[in-house]
């Protein structure tokens, strides 16, 4: 049986060379004797066991706070892009189904300080976060793994996230790596140059209610759907009535033939806005520690890792439903995989049939 361990995380990680990898993103000088492998394993440490990033104390560890900010602040253009592809790669080490659905979408990332180099500075509108300053984070998702794929930051609006994870997600299905079934995109990324690049793909985008749109739509229908040519590509518009006060129509624009595509298509969004609130109220980066842009996404990086090895523990155990900050939660407070089933199941999550039966032999 599975055994559980307060750091389990923290032995994947260093089982598949994760912390060995990432301490080559830092260059110190040679008269250092506090090694970056010893920052990165502190660091996941206080992630793992405190979750909110931005409150552990490390006073518990040999290593000192500071000396993990004076390493991070080291980090470059270059860290940042060896962090990334090693996010990258390890996706490919883990996922487990190769025929996939793609949901890409931004949220907004809080930070500290007033230096936003290299990157838009935004404000928040979230009721959270409203008035907020910071960076919008553009991810890719896999939502038939549940993994996150590969992120970027927009230098101006989000539309420069999108569009080269759109050309990443295709290079991976042109080396065989991935198999895309069907690519899903918000209102925001609704543009001809990426309906030019989607066109050999099957996908699907949530549209804004403009009235160039609107005017497709029969006034005599209610919910409904029409093919439609738009900047030169056959699609087909879906729309029914929307509950905002501002647009009288939902409206989606796809070339895929689903019976159910608005249930197709919720359910993949909700997917990766499940993501995106595991990482900011479970693992803590609605605010990020940091004054410098580098640093910030290498930290965005780790936590990305980390949430990556607890899917990584849930695939393995059939049980990749569960959120994934309160996975990690329950395996810090666990010893064996029969109680973290009991927990799970004490805190309202249905089982899969395998949990079931874990739980019936004792």
Partial sequence: MLRFKRNKILELAMEWGILQ?????VEKR?????TVFQTMKSLFTGFIYRLRIYKFPLCGFKEHIATDYRDLRRCTRASYMKAKKIMEDFYFRIRKIKRIKITIDGTFIGVWGKTYEHASKMYSGNKKDRGKAGYTIVTCFDTTNKLP?????????????????IKKVI??????????????????????KILDILSGHRFIIRAPARKWLVRFIPQTSAKGYKEIELWGHKVTLHWKP????????????????????????GHNKQMIENYHDDLKNELGIRNLPSRK????????????????????????????RISCGRILVIINHVTSLKDAIVALKGAGTKLSKTAESILARG
């Fill in 149 to 165: 794929m590969s992120f970027e930051v927009p230098i101006i609006h989000e539309l420069h996230g999108c569009l080269p994870l």
């Fill in 242 to 265: 929307s509950k905002d006060r501002d647009e009288k129509y939902m409206l989606l624009i796809t070339n895929c033939n689903y019976h159910d595509i608005w249930r197709v298509y």
């Fill in 293 to 320: 842009f580098y640093p910030i996404v290498v930290y965005f990086t780790i936590i990305i890792l980390i949430y990556m090895l607890a899917r990584a523990l849930l695939l393995g155990m059939n049980m990749n």
């Fill in 171 to 192: 290079s991976w299905e042109k080396e065989g790596l991935i198999a895309v079934d069907t690519i899903i995109l918000d209102a925001l990324y609704l543009n001809k």
């Fill in 30 to 34: 040679k008269n250092n004797v506090h």
């Fill in 21 to 25: 990898m990432l301490s080559t993103i």
